[in-house]
C-alpha cells in the first residue's frame, strides 16, 4: 500500500472575515441615502387626508398646503398598496410648482397607500393613507 502524502488544509479564517467586511460596507452605503435626507429641512407641507364619496373605489385625496414663503417644485409618487401583478407598485405624480399658500390635491387614493414628496434641498415627506378614517 502506498501511501500519498497528505495534503495540507488551510483554515480559511480569511473568508468569513472579508465576508464581513463586504457586508458591513454594503449596509453603509444603503444607509448613506438616508442620512443625507435626514440632514435636509423638513418640508414645508402640511397635509390634511380627505375621504370623499365615490363609486370607484378610490375614495381619499391628500391635500398639501405650501406653508412656505415661497414656491416650492415638487415631485412625489404613490406607492401602492394593492397591486396587481400586471400594475407597478408605484404611481409617478406629475410635477407641481406650488406657490406659496397653494394646496396641491392629490386623488384617486386608497386606504393604506403612501403619498411621498419630495424637493431639492428637503427631506421627503411621507403621508399615509389610513386604512380607518
Do not use: Y
Not at 66 to 75: A, G, V, W
Not at 92 to 121: F, H, R
Request: net charge positive; hydrophobic share 45%; proline share 8%.
Amino acid at each position: 500500500m502506498i501511501n500519498s502524502p497528505a495534503l495540507p488544509v488551510r483554515s480559511s479564517t480569511r473568508r468569513p472575515a472579508l465576508v464581513a467586511l463586504a457586508c458591513a460596507f454594503a449596509l453603509s452605503l444603503l444607509s448613506l441615502p438616508a442620512l443625507q435626507a435626514a440632514d435636509g429641512k423638513t418640508l414645508p407641507l402640511s397635509s390634511t387626508i380627505e375621504k370623499v364619496a365615490s363609486t370607484d373605489g378610490t375614495p381619499f385625496v391628500v391635500h398639501l398646503k405650501n406653508d412656505s414663503k415661497e414656491t416650492l417644485k415638487l415631485s412625489g409618487k404613490v406607492l401602492l398598496s394593492v397591486v396587481n401583478h400586471a400594475m407597478d407598485k408605484a404611481r409617478t405624480l406629475p410635477e407641481q410648482t406650488l406657490e406659496a399658500g397653494k394646496v396641491w390635491t392629490i386623488t384617486n387614493l386608497s386606504a393604506d397607500d403612501k403619498v411621498i414628496v419630495s424637493a431639492a434641498g428637503f427631506a421627503p415627506l411621507e403621508v399615509k393613507v389610513p386604512i380607518k378614517p
